[in-house]
Structure formats: C-alpha cells, structure tokens
C-alpha cells in the first residue's frame, strides 16, 4: 500500500493472505521478530540521509513534464501531449506520492474526453489507472467498460480487468483474465502471477514469480525495483526479514528516493533489530521528502512500540487528519478503521466508513473490517451475521486475522478464536506493535 499502497503497482504493498484453515494445515514459518542480527545498521541510515538527493528518476520525469506540457497548445486541443503529459503527471505521483498530480491528470484526460466525445479509449483506459492509484475500484471498472466498448488491445483488457476484478473481490474473472495473459517472457503476466499465488496461500511460488518478474524487467529500471519491492514485501510476511532487507536495499540502489524501501527497512529496524533510534531515521528521512501520509503511520507504530502513549495519540490524529482529506478519497481506509476501533476510540466513524468500502469493494477483507467495526460499536449480532456470511473460510491477511480472532473471542467462540490468532501470529509482521503484543497475552 505503498503503506498505501495495494495497488497496483506501487508498493504495495498485498500482503500475504490465508484461510484460517490453510494456515494451520499447511504451514510452518515463524516469524524472525527479536531476531539478534541487526539487519539495518544505524551507519547505513544515517548514510541515506547524509548523501539524500533527488533522484534520477524524478529529474528525468521532470523533463519530461517540462516538454509534454510546453508541446500543449490550449486554443487547438490535442490528444497526443495532453496524454503524454498526464502520463507524466501519474509518473510522478508514483515517484513523490503527491496526490495533486493524479487529480491534475485526471483533469487533463476528462479535457480531452470531451474534446473528442468520449471516443477515445486510451482516455478510459489511463482513467482506469488513475481511479486504481485512488482505490475507485468502481469508478475503475466503469472506465474500464467504456475503454473496451471503444476496443482496445487483448492484453491491455486482460490485464487491466485482472486488476480491477482482483479488487473487487471476484476473483474467478481476475484468474481467467490472469490466464488469458499467460507468457513465460512478460512482465506484467508474472507480476500479477505472484498476487494470485499470494492470495491462495502459496508464499514461495509468489515470491518466486515476483522475482521472476523483476528479472524480466529492464536492469536497474522503476519496473525492477517496483518487482524486487513486492518480493521483499512478501519475504517479511513469511518471516524472512533477512532477504527482505538484502532486497529492500537493492530498491533503495536502483532508486534512492524509493519511500517505500526506505520504511520498510524502518520496519525491519523498529520490529526485528528493536532498533527504534534507526527506525525512527528512516521514517523521518520518508515523512520530510515523500508527499503521501504512510511515513506518519510508521511513525504511530514507532511510537507504540516505544510505549509512548501521547505521542502515538499525537501521530495518530495527525495521519487521521491527513488521511480523511478528500483528495484521498478512500485510499486510506483500512488504517482508519485500526485507529478509530483504537487509540482514536471512534467506532461509530470506523463503522460508517467501513460500510462506505464496502460499496467501493466488497471483498473478504473490507467485509473483515465492516465486522470488526460493528462489533467495536456495540452491534456483535449483525457483526456476527457478516462474519458469517462474507469472511468465514476466506483468504485473509494478518490485520483480519487478528482482528476476527478478537471477534470470535468477543463472541465467545474460544476455538475458531484461537485458530485466528495463530493464523494471525504467523504473519505478525504485518501486524502494528500494540497489536502483536495484545496477540501474544491470547496465545
């Protein structure tokens, strides 16, 4: 997620997912928390800082903006520069997390779109990706219809409707299209391979397919470092912290402005080498240069871990703040809805905006956390009743797994609680730190 970033294909950031039942049948991975080897060292932190700039990437795509938008000519509209130009804005985005430069792109495509009376494709298309950047997983799939109504090619549909299908939850449409993409030699068909692998619960063969993916990708290029992010993402699911940082570093050597690596080593730091002094480094050196508000969540947990009550609260209503701007829109939701049901004690806004994800997407997970935040505000029975009607037997990820534990426990199912929380406990790293220590008094 990109914190925010599940999506694709930022960082993103998906995280391992499992069916409570598949957890306890087939797996055995432990987690390497409290792990004696310091795997981010404080020189190599304070290295980042001291020789910070900006990159290339970022001085490249400037150009690039520079002369698209220089080539514009307001009084005889286009299509070619005014699409390359927003192209260059979402670029952008990807590299600094400024939000501004999404809606910016978007205003130039709808320019367009009404230039050419909405028979031009490509604009639905681009629109498709900017609405997934933003978590519009609705307003994507209605971009997405109109695109193919224009027509456009096989694999752009098959790929892009495999995105859009993957998170809203139907996950039979995203394995056909997945399908239909099927090349030993494409990027995009492995990227989207290891997402598939990760959500049924197969960890080596995702992480294998992502790697496959960045070996693909053209040496030293966003394309690898995106891949080779996700492979670390998924090696700190399955408690390999040690390769994760070894790749986590390999990121930050193809792009040092990449946020995403920089807290995830941050993470690493705080969480396996209880090295908060560095941690809270790399937060900083993410929070001062990267436009989007994940650095101030990372900056929350730090403050849990370090048990300091007021500043969490502080961090906390800071990245509320800024989360709930409406140039966010529902990007944000699921790291609401863990402050509301805590530290913020709001459960009857984590209900309202759980329900309103719910109309966005409705997948295992956002009907995890609907039922999460009814049951914090006092209505365990229609808690109950969507537990059981849309999470039960689901692939989940670690946050849901330890948030359904503590429902079950609420509705004194002790067992299938217990069950929760072991699932949970194997993928306690993607767990904040007040929670991992609430998930070892349970167990």
């Known amino acids: 997620m990109s914190l925010v970033q599940d999506s694709w294909p930022l960082k993103k950031i998906y995280p391992m997912k499992y069916s409570v039942s598949f ?8 987690g390497c928390m409290n792990n004696t ?3 981010v060292e404080k020189t190599y932190a304070d290295s980042l800082v001291r020789n910070f700039k900006v990159s290339e990437a970022i001085k490249t795509n400037d150009k690039e903006l520079d002369f698209w938008k220089n080539r514009i000519r307001p009084n005889t509209p286009g299509i070619s520069n005014e699409l390359k130009y927003a192209h260059a804005l979402i670029s952008r985005f990807r590299l600094s997390g400024n939000i501004e430069d999404l809606h910016t792109a978007e205003v130039y495509l709808k320019k367009i779109d009404s230039t050419y009376k909405g028979n031009e494709a490509a604009i639905y298309t681009s629109l498709t990706e900017t609405a997934i950047l933003q978590h519009q997983f609705k307003k994507a799939n209605e971009s997405l219809q109109k695109a193919k109504k224009l027509g456009i090619e096989n694999y752009t549909s098959h790929s892009l409707t495999f995105d859009v299908e993957f998170e809203l939850g139907r996950f039979d449409l995203a394995e056909f299209n997945l399908n239909k993409m099927e090349s030993p030699v494409d990027y995009g068909y492995h990227f989207r391979r290891a997402k598939f692998f990760h959500l049924n619960g197969e960890p080596d063969s995702a992480t294998a397919s992502m790697l496959k993916a960045a070996a693909l990708a053209p040496k030293n290029s966003s394309l690898e470092g995106i891949a080779l992010a996700n492979a670390a993402d998924f090696y700190s ?6 390769e994760a940082a070894e790749l986590f570093k390999s990121c930050i050597k193809i792009n040092p402005n990449d946020y995403h690596s920089i807290m995830g080593l941050g993470t690493i730091a705080m969480k396996n080498d209880q090295d908060f002094n560095t ?6 050196l993410a929070k001062n240069n990267y436009n989007l508000p994940d650095p101030i969540f990372k900056l929350y947990m730090l403050a849990q871990a370090k048990k300091n009550k007021d500043l969490e609260k502080r961090y906390a ?5 800024l989360a709930c701007q409406a140039a966010y829109g529902r990007m944000y939701t699921k790291y609401l809805i863990e402050l509301y049901t805590g530290i913020l004690d709001k459960p009857q806004l984590a209900e309202e905006i759980a329900r309103q994800e719910l109309s966005n997407r409705s997948n295992p997970q956002t009907a995890a956390w609907y039922a999460w935040a009814l049951y914090n505000n006092k209505k365990p029975q229609q808690a109950g009743m969507v537990y059981k009607q849309q999470v039960s037997g689901k692939p989940l990820e670690g946050f849901e797994l330890f948030y359904m534990g503590k429902l079950m426990k609420g509705l004194n199912k002790a067992y299938t609680a217990e069950e929760f929380f072991k699932a949970a406990d194997e993928n306690k790293f993607d767990l904040s730190p007040a929670m991992i220590a609430e998930l070892d008094t349970f167990l």
Request: charged share 20%; net charge negative; hydrophobic share 50%.
């Open 23 to 30: 957890f306890l049948l087939a797996l055995g991975f432990s």
């Open 37 to 39: 080897d310091q795997l």
């Open 237 to 242: 699911h399955t408690g390999n912290i040690k």
């Open 279 to 284: 941690a809270e480094t790399l937060f900083n």
């Open 317 to 321: 209503l800071r990245f509320a703040e």
